[in-house]
Nanobody
Framework: QVRLVESGGGLVQPGGSLRRSCAAS????????MVWHRQAPGKQRELVAE???????TYSDSVKGRFTISRDSAKNMAYLQMNSLKPEDTAVYYC?????????WGQGTQVTVSS
């Protein structure tokens, strides 16, 4: 059974930075994508960043140039570095591990950007 455990959320002032972490435990294929999503109050869940097989990274237009997704495959860790945070980045952030046969989600963690 694969489990994703997230950490690194919290409260930050506009313009500040946070790093989200996602630890994956269990057995899964290396052919996978790690994805970060977020959901703000009253809005649909949106894809923020995605990294396929630890190589190719894509970002939503709203975070491009400010957020960076990375992975440490040896430690089964994924990260989302969030810089220049804005109040509109306030949301619950989720990590997600996609394989050809399975779809796993972390528990979600609140990120609040406010002065």
């Amino acid at each position: 059974q694969v489990r994703l455990v997230e950490s690194g959320g919290g409260l930050v002032q506009p313009g500040g930075s946070l790093r989200r972490s996602c630890a994956a435990s269990g057995s899964f294929t290396s052919l996978n994508a790690m994805v970060w999503h977020r959901q703000a109050p009253g809005k649909q869940r949106e894809l923020v960043a995605e990294m396929v097989s630890g190589v190719t990274a894509t970002y939503s237009d709203s975070v491009k140039g400010r957020f960076t997704i990375s992975r440490d495959s040896a430690k089964n860790m994924a990260y989302l570095q969030m810089n220049s945070l804005k109040p509109e980045d306030t949301a619950v952030y989720y990590c997600r591990l996609l394989t050809p046969v399975a779809d796993y989600w972390g528990q979600g963690t609140q990120v609040t950007v406010s002065s």
